[in-house]
């Protein structure tokens, strides 16, 4: 259980363009989903937090209006990184989270993650 | 800043030794650790989430937990080549709103020898 499908796995793609990375809770009911960034030897560092329904909550340093973040349902979030550069080639991966009242919290689960090169 | 705290490492063990792999976090309020396993070039999965003090047991993997302490570790006993990855250490950060952020250490490098 717990199933996490995050595609597409590459991405390559021209300078300028919109890339979407679409995440997708396969087995649950996702009311929180994670989207990290991770660039060669280095940590994950969250971007962004998305609860269903409601707008996403940004870290410090992330821009918003370039990373748009939709969680329109339990089981989906979509990134799109806009007009994207070749600053912005990463590992991004999504996570999501379900939350128990028994026990007050649960792990996340993660997407494969998504490997994009802007050129 | 709440901050979760780990040794990068790399810590190198000969395989079938007890590896330990450790974690301090800021936050007196947390109450929600989880360790994940990373191989290079991967996303991470999740090995172990502990919530209560004392230890938890997974096959060959001990989570241990000490609140008073504020610390959490991760013990592979008759460790393989094939665990040779980072693990990160992660928790639940109380954050405003009532909700819970998830917090990574900054990983442990392992690498076990044949």
């Known amino acids: 259980g717990a199933v996490v499908s995050q595609h597409p796995s590459w991405v390559i793609c021209k300078s300028g363009t919109s890339v979407k990375i679409e995440c997708r809770s396969l087995d649950f009911q996702a009311t929180t989903m994670f989207w990290y960034r991770q660039f060669p030897k280095q940590s994950l560092m969250l971007m962004a937090t998305s609860n269903e329904g409601s707008k996403a909550t940004y870290e410090q340093g992330v821009e918003k209006d370039k990373f748009l973040i939709n969680h329109a349902s339990l089981t989906l979030s979509t990134l799109t990184v806009t007009s994207a550069h070749p600053e912005d080639s990463s590992f991004y991966i999504c996570?999501?989270?379900?939350?128990?009242?028994?026990?007050?919290?649960?792990?996340?689960?993660f997407g494969d993650g998504t490997r994009l090169s802007i050129l | 800043q709440k901050e979760v705290e780990q040794n990068s490492g790399p810590l190198s063990v000969p395989e079938g030794a007890i590896a330990s792999l450790n974690c301090t976090y800021s936050d007196r309020g947390s109450q929600s650790f989880f360790w994940y396993r990373q191989y290079s070039g991967k996303s991470p999965e999740l090995i172990m989430f502990?919530?209560?003090?004392g230890d938890k047991e997974d096959g060959r993997f001990t989570a241990q937990l000490n609140k008073a302490s504020q610390y959490v570790s991760l013990l592979i006993r008759d460790s393989q080549p094939s665990d040779s990855a980072t693990y990160l250490c992660a928790v639940n950060i109380n954050a405003s709103g009532g909700s819970y952020i998830p917090t990574f250490g900054r990983g442990t490098s392992l690498i076990v020898h044949p």
């Open positions: 996570s999501a989270r379900n939350w128990d009242t028994r026990i007050g919290n649960q792990p996340q689960h």
């Open positions: 502990i919530y209560s003090n």
